[in-house]
């Protein structure tokens, strides 16, 4: 596997804060300080990094990082993105999975007419969506579709092992 399909990105460093090394944290996790959650972090400058110690500033979250010790070395790490590895994610549950593992599966209707790929899932105040790639020859001359993600009503089930959502939605939708 590569390098990419084993990592998640969790959030971007900053503008550096201070001039002892400290860093502004942008966070992608649902709860912002989840972030410190997870550690080693690697960054896009591809090196590993251990925080030595983080605080709420404010509205923003600033981190020290061992090795980074100056303004300097804060400014070269600055805009990377903060990645983990996948494996550090936390177990699930039953039949519970992460967003990540959807995106590429096959959508398919209960009679088995092939919706297409999800290509993203995203959150509305309402519900998840899944945003699906139709396939290039759909006979409803569909490019793509949005499905709420609302289990038992519209996802029938996932099937990891086939990389299958079964759906009860209507392909003309």
């Not at 804060?74 to 992460?98: M, T, V």
């Amino acid at each position: 596997m590569s390098l990419a399909s084993d990592t998640l990105v969790i959030g971007k460093i900053g503008a550096p804060y201070g001039v002892k090394g400290w860093v502004k944290i942008n966070s992608y996790t649902d709860e912002s300080t989840g972030i410190f959650d997870y550690t080693p972090w690697i960054l896009s400058d591809a090196k590993t990094y251990l925080i030595e110690q983080w605080r709420p500033n404010g509205k923003t979250l600033v981190a020290k990082l061992a090795g980074v010790d100056n303004r300097d070395d804060a400014e070269r790490i600055k805009n990377c993105d903060i990645s983990i590895q996948s494996d550090q994610l936390p177990a699930l549950d039953g039949d519970d999975f992460y967003w990540r593992d959807l995106i590429g599966m096959q959508v398919e209707t209960l009679d088995g007419y092939g919706l297409g790929t999800v290509k993203e899932m995203f959150e509305t105040g309402a519900n998840d969506v899944m945003l699906v790639k139709a396939q290039s020859n759909d006979a409803f001359g569909q490019k793509e579709r949005m499905l709420p993600f609302i289990r038992e009503s519209v996802i029938k089930s996932v099937d990891m092992q086939a990389k299958t959502i079964t759906v009860d939605w209507d392909p003309g939708f």
